[in-house]
């Protein structure tokens, strides 16, 4: 097999592995994006202050904005130097060691929360779950 076609089964493997992550962090980011927004506008409801639709839609954007620099890019600028037909049989290793790790985690990963599906919920819903199952609510 060609350096070039380990480097693009490498590549293949950590997009799939960024995308799963990606996805996680993002719902983690829009809630929190959310949650300011509402923040924000009952700052204003207590301050006796009524927004226009622009006001809103410029609170929303601005928000918007304060988050977006958390949003994770792929960066591969490191790898490029393995982007190349013929390479040594030591660094063919590694790719093939490094694609097979990144598919490994990435199906592990698929298969805890499969599997375990509270293990990837957080401390509250789990409290809340437990309280439910036996007939409680937790207060809010």
Known sequence: MSGKNLFKNMYKALEKSVAASHETHLKEILKKQDALVQYKRMQYVNAGKQLSKEEDDKLVESVRNTFAGQMQKIDVD????????ELHPVEIEHVTNITTF?????????????YNPGISMKQTDKVRKTARRVGLEVPE
């Open 102 to 114: 990144l598919d490994s985690q990435r199906e592990y990963v698929e298969l805890l929360e499969r």
């Open 78 to 85: 490191l790898l490029k130097h393995l982007d190349k037909e």
